[in-house]
Every structure is written in structure tokens, then in C-alpha cells.
């Protein structure tokens, strides 16, 4: 299952702290609702596992970003969606930093892994299709 989707908050902005308790921010919370009513516009299946995880990072501009600080927000959102039950269902994760891209966004695949060759060969594929869903184009 592969989608396209924008730029998550980082771990930074994901949560806030509101006197003892910490809670989701608004835009974690908006950021998931989002994640949510894409996966039920696609019809995704929720998948049982175990799972590999391809990201996809199309950063807004040259700014340094840390690429797994993006991941907790990206994540608990697609579970939040009912794509998977729980996040420990994922035994492989790759994140890889694409081109700048007006906007920014991410390009997920998210795959059950039947055996260890899958993971390449989902990678090779999601490769050669870039980020159509985003209707980007690659530079180079």
C-alpha cells in the first residue's frame, strides 16, 4: 500500500505540555485526522504484519531537518488511521531524504513482509515510481 501525503510535524511540535500532562498538539491532531481521511478516501485494508515501513521525505527547502524526527508523527498516524493495529507490528523502517519540493511532503509505502527479499525489491519499485502521488517531478 503506497501513499502520499504532506510533510508531518516533527517530534518537536507532535506534542505539548499542558501543566502535568503532555498532550498531542493541534497540528499532530489535525496531521492525523488528515492521514485518516486519506486512508479511508483509498479504501486501505489494514494490514496484519510484519511490516516494512518505506518513507519517502520530500523536504519544503535546504533547512537541516533530522529525517526520524518526522517518523513518531507519520506513524502513529497511520495507525491512528486503522492501516495497522499497533506500530510494534513493524520490523523494518527505511527513510531516505528526496529532493526539495514546493510544499514538501512524504512518499509511505508500507508492505507485509512475506520474506527478506521483499524489502528490496518494494524499494527498487518505489524508486522507479518517484512521487507521483504528490505530482512532483525528480530533479537530476
Known sequence: MELSLPLPPSANHYYRRVGRATLISRAGREYRAGVKAALLAMGAPSVTGPLTVLVTVYPPDRRRRDLDN????????????????????????????????????????????????????????????GCAGLGLKRSG
Open 70 to 129: 518526522l517518523l513518531k508523527c507519520l506513524l502513529d498516524s497511520l495507525q491512528h488511521g486503522g492501516l495497522y493495529r499497533d506500530d510494534s507490528m513493524i520490523d523494518r523502517i527505511d527513510i531516505r531524504r528526496g529532493p526539495c519540493t514546493r510544499g514538501g511532503g512524504v512518499h509511505v509505502a508500507v508492505l507485509e513482509r512475506h520474506s527478506p527479499m521483499d524489502c528490496g525489491a518494494a524499494r527498487t519499485g518505489l524508486a522507479s515510481q
